[in-house]
């Protein structure tokens, strides 16, 4: 029996660590537990149960598909994103033999323990003495169970009480409770600047999505707390409320609407004191505010994300302008007379809306000041994901958009750098852009200079951390595995044929993380695992403090629940994270 201490497991298989073994070969690899009675034996020890193979040589083919965009964050991945639509070619079909017979008998490859070592022998093998084995598809068939809506899991399969939903309805009580005091006479102040509190849930809003301000934030965050002596309880909480402030954009959204109703009612009802140009374009931003916390309803966000990103952009900037002109004209009219002053200027210092309206404006110019149009270069290793280089070292943990119109779209990915001289994004070809990049590779692409922080960035301020990706889910964490951080990452990534889906330059980066760190599964060589048990395995066996899981929706949930259920802490990915 070999020492287990010089076992390490790789893509599921044990194997002895050795400098000159392949981490990516597993036809080859010596197995710790091989019998010495000649019969080579493969241990899977994931999945809902262990299964054992017997050997034999067959040819296994991956296969690849295009899948839909679900949402506009970067964090989630398919499970084994090219599966599902071809398993009919990646498994042998209900009416073939798992063994191919030649005449009456077939070779069988057998790995026997002689002297020692592990040696390789050609045997002729009558086929009726084969016991009856069940086919690859059939050893590793999920379990039936429904099939659930992408949209219930992303919304309501991530629990009532979450962060977000709990800094949702916090923020809109807290609104509607002063608007309430307000209407009842109770708080006057409120009363007189309706649309001072309209303004500032904008003011609001924006910053809980401002990229340079949440990168200013998070940077600060990991400086202050990412020490050892910090309690973990802390280093979650904050980390609970970086990754929800969604919670706090939506319900900041939806009681700029509610405030500017009241103003614009309580304007109604003295419309003697003001002018039709105002009521006319508070009803303007009334209805632009409206239309654009519609299309940002998670119905249509899922469904018909291009309407979403265009509408939520364009209704929003238009509406700011529209606030500036209500500014303007609310402080120039004179109900006396019924006319505008134009001496505005000794005026608008000392009224705080303009205060508002201006840092709004400078936090919504600030990410577009910093477009530029770079120069890339793209390669495609596979026709199903293509790698984006740029010049310029990133750190890790950061992600960047790209976009091929800067008025149309943008699309972020996590970035991959040893943190020197260039960054590349990693893109699996599943939509019409991500597709565009490999059948015609650009020139050029337009970026934002300023790159954004978010889950994968905290990871910084903690100690030992287990990293869980499905698919292209891989790269918001390569650049932890290509360059120093604060962190101790270990990796668990389940994908579907890896060199092939994935390129080589990708197999390599992992390959080169020391082995005893890292677990691959290969979906095309081992079938499908229970993800969720991998994860509470490998995270008792290595001790981590911590699991982040990027996946699908289904997948990420599914891992988050497990690990909390076992008594590890455990994030995934949110809906609107």
């Not at 003697?272 to 505010?289: D, F, K, M, Q, R």
């Not at 505008?340 to 936090?363: D, H, K, Q």
């Not at 779209?409 to 960054?423: C, T, V």
Request: with cysteine; charged share 20%.
């Amino acid at each position: 029996m070999e020492n287990p201490e010089k076992l390490s497991s790789f893509r599921s298989v044990a194997f002895e660590t050795k400098p000159h073994v392949n981490p990516f070969d597993t036809t080859t690899t010596p197995i710790a537990t091989a019998p010495a009675s000649g019969s080579k034996r493969y241990w899977f020890p994931w999945g809902s149960s262990s299964r054992i193979f017997t050997s034999f040589n067959a040819a296994q083919r991956s296969m690849s598909r295009d899948s839909s965009h679900l949402t506009d964050s970067s964090h989630f991945c398919d499970l084994d994103q090219f599966e599902d639509e071809d398993e009919e070619d990646l498994y042998p079909q209900e009416d073939e033999d798992p063994y191919p017979p030649e005449d009456e008998d077939f070779s069988r490859r057998i790995m026997c323990m002689e002297d020692g070592h592990m040696q390789e022998k050609l045997n002729r093998v009558s086929f009726s003495e084969l016991p009856p084995v069940k086919s690859i598809r059939e050893q590793t068939q999920k379990p039936n169970r429904p099939k659930e809506s992408r949209l219930s899991v992303i919304l309501l399969d991530q629990g009532l009480f979450t962060v977000y939903k709990q800094l949702f309805v916090i923020c809109l009580t807290l609104n509607i409770t002063i608007l309430v005091l307000s209407a009842t006479g109770n708080f006057q102040y409120a009363a007189n600047k309706a649309a001072l509190f309209s303004i500032g849930n904008i003011l609001a809003l924006t910053l809980c999505r401002s990229e340079l301000c949440l990168r200013i934030v998070f940077y600060i965050v990991v400086k202050v707390f990412g020490r050892s002596w910090v309690p973990f309880c802390v280093k979650t909480t904050i980390t609970s409320l970086l990754q929800s402030l969604g919670g706090i954009h939506s319900a900041c959204g939806i009681s700029s609407i509610a405030w500017i109703i009241y103003a614009l009612v309580l304007t109604l009802r003295d419309r003697e004191n003001t002018s039709p140009e105002i009521i006319a374009v508070a009803s303007a931003i009334l209805s632009l505010l409206s239309l654009s916390s519609l299309a940002a309803f998670p119905l249509v966000r899922h469904l018909h994300h291009n309407i979403f990103e265009r509408t939520h952009r364009f209704a929003g900037w238009t509406a700011l302008a529209l606030i500036w002109a209500f500014i303007l004209l609310t402080i120039s009219y004179d109900p006396k007379t019924k006319t505008y002053n134009s001496n505005l200027f000794s005026r608008l210092l000392r009224v705080e809306e303009v205060w508002l309206t201006t840092a709004t404006t400078v936090l919504i110019i600030i990410p577009w000041v910093t477009v530029r149009r770079v120069k890339v270069n793209v390669s495609a290793p596979t026709n199903h994901t293509s790698i984006i280089k740029f010049e310029g070292g990133v750190r890790a943990g950061l992600l960047g958009r790209i976009s091929p119109s800067p008025l149309s779209e943008w699309h972020a990915f996590g970035i991959i750098s040893d943190g020197k001289k260039e960054h590349m994004m990693l893109a699996s070809a599943v939509g019409d852009f991500t597709r565009s990049l490999v059948s015609n590779p650009p020139s050029h692409l337009w970026v934002r200079a300023v790159h954004f922080a978010g889950l994968p960035y905290l990871l910084n301020m903690y100690d030992k951390v287990l990293v869980v990706a499905t698919g292209s889910g891989l790269c918001v964490y390569l650049s932890f595995l290509l360059q120093p951080c604060a962190a101790n990452i270990y990796l668990l990534w389940v994908a579907k044929g890896i060199e092939r889906n994935f390129g080589k330059e990708v197999d390599e980066w992992v390959g080169g993380y020391p082995k005893e760190k890292v677990i691959i599964h290969d979906t095309a060589v081992h079938g499908r695992p229970n993800v969720s048990k991998m994860s509470v395995d490998a995270a008792r066996n290595w001790g981590v403090e911590l699991v982040v899981v990027t996946s699908n929706p289904e997948g990420s949930r599914d891992v988050v629940n497990a690990c909390k259920a076992a008594g590890i802490c455990a994030f995934g990915p949110i809906w609107d994270s």
